[in-house]
């Protein structure tokens, strides 16, 4: 069992940034991929990015490639996600998953390919 807690989000102007952080209960963090997923009001839940188990692999969706970056650090059992030139388009609760398979070769891009969610952090971009 993995717990997942998001912190880091907050209200922000256009053009700024923002660091989330995602910390895992568990000894299991390292063995899994983790994701980044966010949802806007009345919109389903989408992929924003993930990171493989060992750091050496990274996907991102089209809508932020280029400037938002995910990170991990196994030893502290924590996953990233650095945004930066953020839009209004961008505001969402923003929430991170852990896959649940362990070593898995590729980093998941969709929902049903991660087992653990956090409750979500809301992040606000203003105009």
């Known amino acids: 069992q993995v717990q997942l807690v998001e912190s880091g989000g907050g209200l922000v102007q256009a053009g700024g940034s923002l660091r989330l952080s995602c910390v895992a209960s568990?000894?299991?963090?390292?063995?899994?991929?983790m994701g980044w997923f966010r949802q806007a009001p009345g919109k389903e839940r989408e992929f924003v990015g993930a990171?493989?188990?060992?750091?050496?692999?990274?996907s991102y969706a089209a809508s932020v490639k280029g400037r938002f970056t995910i990170s991990r650090d196994n030893r502290k059992s924590t996953a990233y996600l650095q945004m930066t030139s953020l839009k209004p388009e961008d505001t969402a609760v923003y929430y991170c998953?852990?896959?649940?398979?362990?070593?898995?070769?590729?980093?998941?891009?969709?929902?049903?390919?991660?087992?653990?969610w956090g409750q979500g952090t809301q992040v606000t971009v203003s105009s």
């Open positions: 998953a852990a896959d649940g398979r362990s070593y898995w070769v590729t980093e998941g891009t969709t929902v049903n390919d991660y087992r653990y």
């Open positions: 568990g000894r299991m963090f390292s063995q899994y991929a």
């Open positions: 990171i493989q188990w060992s750091g050496s692999s990274t």
